[in-house]
């Protein structure tokens, strides 16, 4: 295994910039449920719908020569809240771009009645139901399967667990701590509820009744149908990777504006922040093995059968030598945050469970991110040793409340897939906004198409001799990079 192990990190350290996942570049989905046997089929190329690409600009999106960036174009439908969005192509590390997009705006009811995306004409609030709108970006590993299918299927997961809640959230009560057994009879379910409970009757079951119920906000009931939908979203990866021809995972970062908040998700790399007067605002963060070590390793305390034996839940700053044994070298568990000494032991010299620093950390060798979706094939290098279990798809949501202040045209929220990150930070992100957004007109609606166009074009540079180079000859971002710019301004025109 320590063969193994060693040959795992050589290929790493050979091909960091391929991305979180460690698996060989896949393709996209194939042809679909009805697709033969066997092998997948040829992966069919495909960039958001939202973009309405021609077939010669599909063909110059695909070049990773020329890497041209791609945006709405005049004319043609243009985003709710005349959001921004711009991508290009990486610069060779898989065959497409693996990232995918999506932006909607659709209108919840409740129970009895249904969803659909449509187009909003007046208030978010409805008689039996609501707006929300939807922004997201999947940054796909390992092929584009993932990715595409979550940019499907991911707002459609989140509408049907909000579909229960439509009644809730439009009562300004608090929420009832039990629905009643048929959702829809519920009204009449909960009047008799309430009766019995204004006449002091207590149920046979619930005896003895504890008075002190935790009180449980909308907001939180938003956050959890958005995290189980992403829950169901990698369950139906899962069933249908192999029909599907679902290769590899994404990370997803979604961002849903409902009934006056945004609500940002986020499973992976990518990242959000808020530009608000000049203030900077996270509304992520990054989610990788050194940012979640103590989650992962106290699952591997918890499971050591997970570690196949081959790996050890402790982390050093370096690897072991076997002439080591005996000494007392710095080390961390599962509850530290600082650093102690410890007696090498046998054990301490299996591989550690997160190796490496920065970018170039890995878990178990293999895989750079710790949240998103899909990846439930992946394994440790020549192993059969599942990475799955330590990766989680569950999302951390942040809120932000735009009734809770005056907001400007040039305040907006900025999403990004790792691409943009990691070679530009967010004082350049933000001064980038910030210049951009004062040469053009607050009334003009491709302003935030505009910033999002200069933020893909300043991090991926200019072609070069040595590569592609930033402003200051730094290197760079080869990867995939796609961003949204949304103003938070308020509903713009909509066609």
């Known amino acids: 295994m320590l063969l193994r192990v060693r040959a795992a990190v050589a290929q790493l350290a050979a091909g960091l910039g391929a991305g979180p996942g460690a698996q060989p570049p896949a393709e996209g989905r194939g042809g679909g449920a009805g697709a033969g046997r066997g092998s997948p089929p040829p992966a069919a190329f495909c960039r958001p719908a939202f973009l309405q690409l021609t077939p010669e600009e599909l063909r110059r999106a695909d070049d990773h020569t020329g890497r041209a960036v791609q945006s709405p174009r005049d004319g043609r439908r243009r985003l709710p809240w005349s959001t921004g969005y711009a991508e290009v192509i990486n ?27 449509c187009v909003p004409t007046g208030d978010s609030l409805g008689s039996k139901g609501f707006y929300f709108h939807y922004w997201a970006l999947f940054d796909g590993h390992a092929g584009s399967g993932a990715a595409v299918m979550a940019s499907e299927r991911l707002h459609l997961h989140i509408c ?74 990698d369950e139906q990866i899962e069933r249908e990777r192999a029909s599907q021809h679902l290769p590899g995972g994404c990370c997803a970062l ?16 990518s990242r959000a922040i808020i530009i608000r007067n000049g203030e900077i605002i996270p509304m992520s963060r990054e989610f990788t093995p050194e940012t979640e070590r103590q989650r992962l390793q106290f699952l591997a305390l918890l499971r050591p059968e997970l570690l196949g034996k081959e790996f050890t839940h402790l982390e050093f700053p370096r690897r072991i030598q076997p002439k080591e044994l005996g000494k007392k070298m710095l080390y961390r568990d599962q509850n530290m945050n600082g650093w102690a000494y410890k007696k090498i032991e046998e054990d301490d010299l299996k591989f550690p469970l ?102 893909v074009v300043r991090s991926r540079g200019v072609l070069k001799e040595r590569g592609w180079r930033l402003a200051n000859d730094k290197l760079g971002s ?13 509903p713009g025109n909509y066609t």
């Open 91 to 117: 610069a060779g590390k898989s065959q497409h771009n693996e990232d995918q997009a999506c932006c909607e705006v659709v209108f919840q009811q409740g129970m009895r009645w249904g969803t659909w995306p």
């Open 254 to 269: 979604a961002a849903i504006y409902l009934m006056g908040k945004f609500y940002v998700a986020n499973a992976g790399d």
């Open 160 to 233: 049907e667990q909000l579909r229960e809640l439509v009644e809730i959230l439009q009562d300004p009560s608090p929420p009832p701590i039990c629905l009643p057994h048929d959702t829809q009879t519920g009204s009449a379910d909960t009047n008799q509820m309430s009766n019995a409970e204004d006449c002091g009757e207590v149920p046979n079951d619930a005896v003895p009744r504890f008075h002190l119920e935790k009180a449980v906000s909308h907001e939180s009931l938003v956050i959890g149908a958005i995290e189980n939908a992403f829950k169901h979203m």
């Open 478 to 490: 080869g990867d995939d990079i796609s961003v949204f710019v949304i103003p938070l301004g308020g």
């Open 354 to 455: 997160i190796f490496g620093e920065g970018k170039k950390a890995r878990m178990m060798a293999t895989i750079g991110v710790t949240r998103g979706l899909g990846d439930h094939d992946l394994k440790v290098f020549s192993s059969n040793i599942h990475i799955k279990p330590f990766l989680s798809c569950f999302p951390e949501v942040r809120v932000y409340d735009l009734t809770q202040y005056e907001h400007c045209p040039d305040d907006v929220l900025v999403l990004g897939t790792d691409g943009l990150w990691d070679v530009t930070n967010d004082e350049e992100v933000a001064g980038v906004v910030m210049e951009v957004l004062t040469s053009y007109e607050p009334n003009d609606p491709c302003r935030y198409t505009m910033v999002a166009q200069e933020l």
